[in-house]
């Protein structure tokens, strides 16, 4: 079988290069693990892209679930994600129970039930961003609990922008995550969303979602960061780019916005020079 880790970085560079290249920051014997964490956010992340329905996506996360609670079997080990990770969960000591709470988060992306309130919004940010930001920190430093006020602010401001880059996409095929709460607030309708029709009360409940994302990231900014641990924070940076260039196009909020990698990559080099 290919190397485990190999497979995962090779996974981690070609399905999430902003991790990837945090992941250069990182010590040399960090790295590996930092892409099995990586490629199982990636894995688990992706299933509704692959699956047909959502009990194929359901079968799916039980078998993340069984590979965590069987650790050593060898159908996980077949798995080179599974084998890296279960590695480095001996390896490193992490918890088990954030990351099946990561698998069960990620239930609510293969059905298309609306996203409810900001509170469930927040739920979801928490249980996956916020996770996956302290679990790399328990990789690079031992458990974050020098950082844990911090963890959640940086997750939370990473997965909104994320989602609201993702908008158009999901609107595609009939997932909305902008909260229902949002939607009301202004008078927008969900059918709007996923007409792909561009409305006012559309508009404001995107840009009231932006203004979240950056009270998140102004948040996490006030605080110090060790810099042991600062490789898993360092995504983060590239919030205010991505939220920047949302704002640029906030008229088109059905258009897929992209930033260029080499930007992406000098705001990294900037931001791991302040570490």
């Known amino acids: 079988m290919e190397d485990p880790f190999g497979y995962c970085e090779h996974l981690v560079r070609g399905a999430d290069k902003d ?3 945090a992941t250069l920051f ?19 992340a992706r299933i509704r892209e692959v699956i047909r329905d959502p009990m194929a996506g359901e079968i799916r996360l039980q078998w993340w679930r069984q590979a965590l609670g069987d650790s050593g079997s060898g159908e996980a080990m077949a798995s080179p994600v599974a084998s890296a990770l279960l590695d480095t969960i001996a390896r490193f000591d992490l918890p088990v129970a954030p990351l099946v709470a990561m698998i069960e988060a990620r239930a609510f992306d293969l059905y298309n ?58 609107a595609s095929r009939g997932q909305l995550y902008l909260p229902l709460e949002v939607l009301e607030r202004h008078g927008a309708r969900p059918e709007d969303v996923f007409a792909g029709r561009t409305t006012a009360p559309l508009l404001a409940g995107l840009a009231e979602l932006r203004a979240i994302a950056e009270r998140h990231l102004e948040a996490f900014g006030k605080a110090a960061i060790p810099p042991a641990v600062a490789p898993a924070f360092l995504p983060v940076a590239l919030v205010r780019l991505y939220l920047r260039a949302l704002e640029r196009f906030r008229l088109q ?16 080099w900037r931001a791991a020079r302040r570490m």
């Open 19 to 21: 991790r990837f290249l």
């Open 113 to 170: 039930d609306p996203m409810p309130t900001l509170a469930a919004l927040e739920g979801y940010a928490t249980a996956t961003s916020s996770a996956l930001i302290d679990l790399a920190a328990r990789i690079l430093g031992g458990p974050a609990t020098d950082v844990a006020s911090v963890v959640r602010e940086a997750g939370q401001a990473y997965a909104v922008t994320a989602l609201l880059r993702a908008f158009p996409r999901h």
């Open 26 to 44: 990182a010590p040399a014997h960090c790295r590996g693990a930092l892409a099995a964490l990586y490629a199982f956010n990636i894995e688990i």
């Open 253 to 268: 909020p059905f258009h897929l916005v992209e930033v260029p990698q080499w930007r992406r990559q000098w705001v990294l």
